[in-house]
């Protein structure tokens, strides 16, 4: 069969972030706990005049940069942050990236790993027709609640890839392993604006899952854990990442390098968890941040989704990868970003948007191409920043006055 994969990724984080050794202070916490304990540095936080929609259309905006929109004939939108109950995310990124109207587009939900089962139904859409691509967002803010066990491990960030027969990045192995199983460790009813967890169950569910579906994708595979250069993990938090290569070394009668996961740190200790985009923020943290050529390395890749469903599956790094990922743009994006302070972090947080459908614009804030720019009559309304280079034409639901 003729190789499908990744052909393009493009990333997206908010301007702003807290250093998590102010939040541990405000909190009277250890910093060591957050540092070390839980491997985090900084954490990316959305303005008011940002959400899921404008994110992923940021991300999908830099992995749409040498393809030819015309060929992307799916957009599938992975998010557990949506915005709405009925209409899915991928429109207003449909409309907002002018893609054709043939493209079809969709919201996928399963917490974490709702981007990992888009992937495999791209997998298969491209599989059947070689000549479509399929644009795949992954886009979160992760939010558990002001001064909870799970704060120090909120973020947000947006992960955006094309999947083709023609991968210049990443060539996806045919072999997965999968697990379900019903549990509550992690969900968020209708009416929260953030997350229930068990925190410690979640992480014991995480590795559960992660044995049983590696055992999966060895058995159809034949693969051991030798013959994986690299792995990523999802990340709820970096020590989270740690914790499993060493199970999985472990239970494979192995050492675990710390150098195999390394490079797959680097963005997510910066930005915090981004639910389910952070597993591809750590492949493209590995492919973007590595001081190996990547090559012909063959990466495990470990998604988790809270509640549950996990999978196991790798790829193969092709030639000439380097050309296809822009270590400079994410760099850039990184270093460019405000510190909040506490105070400001909190207001960020506790800010609001009408529920009885009055019309209210927000303040511009610091963002990327695109932003929410207000409500009114309970309809979002989304706009192409003036200021931005090469703006896009003025979206479907530009605010005025
Ligand atoms: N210096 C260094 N390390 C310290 C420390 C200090 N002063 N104080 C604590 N730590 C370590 C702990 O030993 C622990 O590490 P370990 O698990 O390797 O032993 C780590 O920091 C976290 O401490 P812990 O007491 O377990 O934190 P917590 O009870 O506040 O909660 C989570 C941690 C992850 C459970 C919580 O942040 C959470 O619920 N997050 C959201 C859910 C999530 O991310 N789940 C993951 C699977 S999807």
């Known amino acids: 069969m003729k190789q499908v994969g990744i052909e393009s990724i493009g990333l997206y984080v908010p301007r702003y972030y807290v250093p998590l050794t102010d939040l541990a202070r405000a909190r009277g916490a250890d910093p060591r706990k ?35 929109t015309d060929k992307i004939d799916t957009l599938m939108f992975a998010t557990e942050s949506g915005i709405d109950q009925s209409k899915a995310a991928a ?30 139904m791209a997998l298969a859409f491209v599989a059947q027709k070689p ?15 002001l001064v909870t066990a799970g704060e120090p491990t909120q973020g947000a960030g947006a992960m955006a890839f094309v999947v083709s027969a023609q991968p210049r990045i990443l060539a996806l192995d045919n072999e997965w392993g999968s697990y379900t199983e019903d549990v509550m460790d992690f969900w968020r009813p209708n009416y929260l604006d953030e997350a229930v ?4 169950y979640s992480i014991k569910v995480y590795i559960k899952a992660l044995t049983e579906s590696w055992k999966q994708y ?32 472990k239970i494979n009668g192995g ?24 597993l591809y923020v750590g492949l493209a943290s590995l492919l973007e941040t590595s001081e190996t050529d990547l090559t012909g ?32 743009r994410m ?8 510190a909040l302070t506490i105070d400001e972090y909190e207001a960020f947080y506790l800010h609001e948007l009408p529920r009885d459908g009055s019309r209210y614009l927000t303040e511009p804030h610091d963002t990327g191409r695109y932003r929410l720019a207000g409500v009114e009559a309970h309809k979002r309304l989304y706009e192409a920043c003036a200021q931005a280079p090469q703006a896009a034409e003025p979206a479907h639901a530009v605010a005025t006055g």
């Open 34 to 68: 957050y540092t070390t304990g839980l491997g985090q540095e900084l954490m990316g936080v959305p303005p008011p005049d940002e959400d899921v929609v404008t994110m992923g259309a940021n991300a999908a905006h830099e992995a749409l940069r040498d393809v030819d």
């Open 331 to 338: 760099r850039e994006m990184l270093e460019t970003r405000r």
């Open 131 to 145: 000549d479509r691509k399929v644009l795949i967002i992954a886009s979160d803010v992760a939010r558990y609640g």
């Open 218 to 249: 060895t058995e159809e595979s034949g693969r051991t854990f030798a013959d994986h250069e690299h792995y990523c993990y999802h990340l709820p938090f970096t020590r989270m990442a740690e914790k499993a290569h060493q199970h999985l070394a």
């Open 197 to 200: 967890v068990d925190g410690k």
């Open 91 to 120: 429109i207003y990124v449909h409309h907002l990236l002018g893609l054709p109207p043939r493209c079809k587009s969709f919201e996928i939900k399963q917490a974490c790993c709702g981007s990992t089962a888009a992937l495999q």
């Open 255 to 278: 050492l675990s390098n710390p150098e195999q996961i390394k490079a797959s740190l680097r963005y997510n200790r910066k930005i915090g968890n981004s639910y389910t985009a952070s």
């Open 297 to 328: 390395h063959r990466i495990g890749m470990f998604s988790y989704g809270s509640g549950c469903m996990a999978a196991y599956f790798s790829g193969v790094v092709l030639p000439g990868y380097r050309d296809a990922v822009q270590p400079g």
